[in-house]
């Protein structure tokens, strides 16, 4: 599981630190389907992030509050390398379980009755949101006619020596 969101976190800064080159208007771009302009959807995804370790029980003191509010990239980045030593801290020690079930008190602040939440299904969640938005913002670059950073597995494998070339025997 750690693995998992070492690549997710890996991959959402890499895709930050890609449209941070890109000018204002076309950080504002955005695709029919899509959830919202690029700027938008990587706050959407950190934000998220931010949830859904509050979930499992870790805040971020300079992060309490977890609604969009138009941030830009500068300030996301920094927040999103919060959200990395975050999720290093949850799995340092032997608390994080996969099967321990949490409730969901966000959802009450929405008015909605909290549920009973497994943290494994919100780990999984935690890749899985971002890797979908991450997905919304490579198609709005596809669509304008901009480059989209390689942000697979196997890149990231490739850059953290995980996947190499062998010796032909």
């Known amino acids: 599981m750690l693995r998992q969101l070492r690549h997710d976190i890996w991959a959402t800064q890499k895709l ?4 941070r ?10 695709t029919p389907g899509t959830y919202g302009t690029i700027r938008a959807t990587l706050e959407h ?6 949830r859904y370790l509050a979930r499992l029980g870790i805040t971020l003191a300079d992060a309490k509050d977890l609604r969009e509010h138009g941030m830009g990239l500068d300030e ?10 975050a999720v290093e801290r949850l799995f340092a ?12 008190m966000l959802r ?35 669509a304008h006619g901009l480059d989209a950073p390689n942000l697979d597995v196997w890149a990231y494998g490739t850059e953290i020596g995980a996947v190499k070339p062998l010796p032909r025997a």
């Open 21 to 30: 080159a890109l000018t204002p208007a076309q950080q504002e771009l955005t």
């Open 76 to 85: 996301i980045l920094p927040l999103h390398a919060k959200v990395r030593d």
């Open 16 to 19: 930050i630190e890609h449209c």
């Open 108 to 142: 009450r602040d929405r008015g909605d009755p909290p549920l009973g939440i497994e943290s494994w299904v919100l780990v999984t969640q935690f890749a899985h949101h971002g890797s979908d938005h991450r997905a919304h913002v490579g198609t709005i670059l596809g």
């Open 93 to 104: 020690g032997a608390e994080f379980e996969p099967d321990r079930v949490v409730v969901d």
């Open 45 to 50: 995804v950190v934000v998220g992030e931010l």
